[in-house]
T-cell receptor, first 113, second 114 residues
Framework: DAKTTQPPSMDCAEGRAANLPCNHSTISGNEYVYWYRQIHSQGPQYIIHGLKNNETNEMASLIITEDRKSSTLILPHATLRDTAVYYCIVRVAGGTSYGKLTFGQGTILTVHP | AAGVIQSPRHLIKEKRETATLKCYPIPRHDTVYWYQQGPGQDPQFLISFYEKMQSDKGSIPDRFSAQQFSDYHSELNMSSLELGDSALYFC?????????????FGPGTRLTVL
């Protein structure tokens, strides 16, 4: 799986958009970008994933650059409950051999009032 | 909606004892994963099972073993416990034939070895 690089920490004001970047310059053509988050000591939570098109769901939006070497997770209106560690993970989707998630250093997002 | 269930939620053991952690996946999910998260560390993949067969293996110590049963629940057995085994242990489940194999995590079992 491709290696990812994320800033160790970010701050965001409540109600504002949080934009979390991720670099994955060695991503392969069949690898997807996944985002998970972990709120203190809870199980990681799936947020969103994408291949090359921008994606949006009820939690967030994912913007992937055209060369697919980087992406940005956007939380449009951050709340205090969004304070968590956010992990960007790149891996092949589907198939049992590629199912494991490799968690690297994520971004600690702190949302403040 | 049903979620992944793990038991027990907390477990305290002495060194050299054994421990068994249980995981009940989301109904109809066919794959179970185990992760270990030490204090201040990121989750690390241990082992996974697909349709009751081991599908992948990570940095799982030889003292640990796991299996998936006919009802798809899984157990992680840990023997000769060491202080360094103190960690959060997460189980996750997914449906391989689903869209993109998203994993859904349980609340974890906090193991403390004294």
């Amino acid at each position: 799986d491709a290696k990812t690089t994320q800033p160790p920490s970010m701050d965001c004001a409540e109600g504002r958009a949080a934009n979390l970047p991720c670099n994955h310059s060695t991503i392969s053509g069949n690898e997807y970008v996944y985002w998970y988050r972990q709120i203190h000591s809870q199980g990681p939570q799936y947020i969103i994933h994408g291949l090359k098109n921008n994606e949006t769901n009820e939690m967030a939006s994912l913007i992937i650059t055209e060369d697919r070497k980087s992406s940005t997770l956007i939380l449009p209106h951050a709340t205090l409950r969004d304070t968590a560690v956010y992990y960007c993970i790149v891996r092949v989707a589907g198939g049992t051999s590629y199912g494991k998630l490799t968690f690297g250093q994520g971004t600690i997002l702190t949302v403040h009032p | 909606a049903a979620g992944v269930i793990q038991s027990p939620r907390h477990l305290i053991k002495e060194k050299r004892e054994t421990a068994t952690l249980k995981c009940y996946p989301i109904p109809r999910h066919d794959t179970v994963y185990w992760y270990q998260q030490g204090p201040g560390q990121d989750p690390q993949f241990l082992i996974s099972f697909y349709e009751k067969m081991q599908s992948d293996k990570g940095s799982i110590p030889d003292r640990f073993s796991a299996q998936q049963f006919s009802d798809y629940h899984s157990e992680l057995n840990m023997s000769s416990l060491e202080l360094g085994d103190s960690a959060l242990y997460f189980c996750a489940s997914s449906l391989v034939s689903g869209s993109y194999n998203e994993q859904f995590f349980g609340p974890g079992t906090r193991l403390t070895v004294l």
